[in-house]
């Protein structure tokens, strides 16, 4: 019975992660259609772009606390079996994504200049950039709405309804900037105002959504939001400290030269390119446990986190097999500089065994957001950031190059494996009934 129990579980689990990955791989695309199309218009437009949305992507990803914070409160309703409160949180999700868009729009136009400045852009780089960055901005409703349907419907356990919209809403964004880019001869305003268009068509079809789930009840309602909103600090500040690391980690490595900077370049899109598995993991983690929880069934729902925590160290474990057996090949694939390759192979093992490790951070993300522990999530990255910065420090200035950055990443990690699995084997997270809870240390 256990096992066909577990068997049943696993299914669960997949079959709401296998969709959740289609969604997650579909928002980079924006992004990538946008430098396939302006890189061909030439250098200065492709380093335009590189500086506006770089700044963009880190701008819009704090907010990701509207998708996850949206998932642990509606995931929990949801195991009630109350629609009317579900509804509730939908359309207060909606509210708060229409603020925090509205403001990004504002303080975007208003420092769009300092802004590039500040990334060091000149000249028609400069221009290009902020011409760029000043359409962009004005999607930031739009993504904030996505953000937010985005999270509600993942709450439901309805996973495909998002990934069906992205993937329209990207085939859309390739069509118009083809149209205005080559068509309409707009330049890199053309890149910009196709991603716009298409995050608005996107977010109009999750704002019906969300109009519908709201049974009605669609006015603003501070008493509800403010859960959200508290949530969300936690949330944002602990992704805040995560961007710091990867941000010093890349700013220490500049200052070695561009080999060591390139190699990280390699290992960090590999790391992306597995978290957006760990993360549909994870997501169907969220939905899970909080329903379960919503439900009463703690039982239940710490059974659902040991196996999803199973699935995502088997996924990094096979992981780290795939990319020991390419060592050879793999790099590569990305570089013909061969100072590059070497500089990767160094650090190449110490990348791999990290992997499982991290797979199960991020399982346990998954359970601790679903069940609402975020508090305590923002702490350990805290704690996490303390340990990593001075390791990075240390190592880069001794001139491990490549490999002293992913010690720091290694230590950032390791504190983070170290406070999940107390954390989540504690069970203190798994708290019944209506409302996420929030602890202390």
């Not at 992004?31 to 218009?41: E, N, R, S």
Request: proline share 2%; with cysteine; glycine share 10%.
């Amino acid at each position: 019975m256990t096992d066909a129990t577990n068997r049943s579980r696993d299914r669960r689990i997949i079959a709401l992660a296998i969709p959740a990955l289609g969604a997650l791989a579909a928002e980079p695309t924006y992004l990538l259609v946008d430098t396939a199309i302006v890189g061909h218009l030439g250098t200065t437009q492709l380093a335009a772009l590189a500086l506006a949305a770089t700044f963009l992507s880190s701008a819009f990803w704090l907010f990701n606390f509207l998708a996850y914070g949206t998932t642990a409160q509606v995931s929990r309703l949801y195991g009630t079996g109350d629609r009317e409160a579900t509804g509730a949180v939908a359309a207060q999700a909606m509210w708060l994504a229409l603020a925090i868009g509205l403001a990004l729009v504002a303080a975007g136009e208003v420092l769009a200049p300092q802004i590039v400045a500040l990334l060091q852009g000149e000249g028609a780089v400069a221009e290009k950039a902020e011409t760029y960055m000043r359409i962009s901005f004005l999607g930031a409703p739009f993504v904030m709405v996505v953000l937010a349907g985005e999270g509600y419907l993942r709450g439901v356990q309805r996973m495909v309804t998002p990934l069906k919209i992205l993937v329209v809403s990207n085939l859309a964004n390739v069509a118009l900037e083809l149209w205005f880019v080559y068509g309409l001869d707009m330049d890199i305003a053309g890149s910009a105002w196709g991603t716009v268009i298409a995050q608005a068509g996107a977010a109009a079809a999750f704002t019906v959504v969300l109009l519908r789930s709201s049974a009605g009840r669609f006015a603003p309602v501070w008493a509800r939001m403010r859960s959200l909103v508290a949530i969300g600090g936690d949330l944002v500040v602990r992704t805040g400290a995560l961007l710091v690391v990867f941000n010093v980690t890349v700013a220490l490595l500049a200052a070695q030269g561009p080999v060591p900077l390139a190699a990280h370049q390699v290992l960090l899109q590999l790391f992306i390119l597995l978290a957006l598995a760990l993360d549909a993991l994870a997501i169907a983690a969220q939905t899970l446990v909080g329903s379960r929880l919503g439900a009463g069934d703690a039982a239940e729902a710490r059974a659902l986190a040991r196996r999803v925590a199973l699935i995502s160290l088997m996924t990094g474990i096979a992981a780290a097999v795939v990319l020991l057996a390419g060592r050879s090949v793999i790099p590569d694939a990305f570089t013909d500089d061969l100072a590059v390759v070497a500089e990767i192979g160094d650090a190449w093992l110490l990348f791999v065994l990290m992997l499982p490790f991290n797979a199960l951070v991020f399982a346990w993300d998954g359970v601790l957001v679903g069940a609402g522990d975020t508090r305590f999530m923002m702490l350990a990255m805290i704690a996490a950031a303390a340990t990593c910065l001075p390791v990075a420090a240390f190592t880069i200035g001794a001139g491990w190059g490549v490999v002293g950055a992913w010690t720091g990443i290694a230590a950032l990690i390791g504190v983070r494996f170290v406070t999940n699995l107390v954390r989540v084997e504690g069970g203190r997270w798994a708290v019944t009934g209506e409302q996420t809870a929030k602890f202390s240390t």
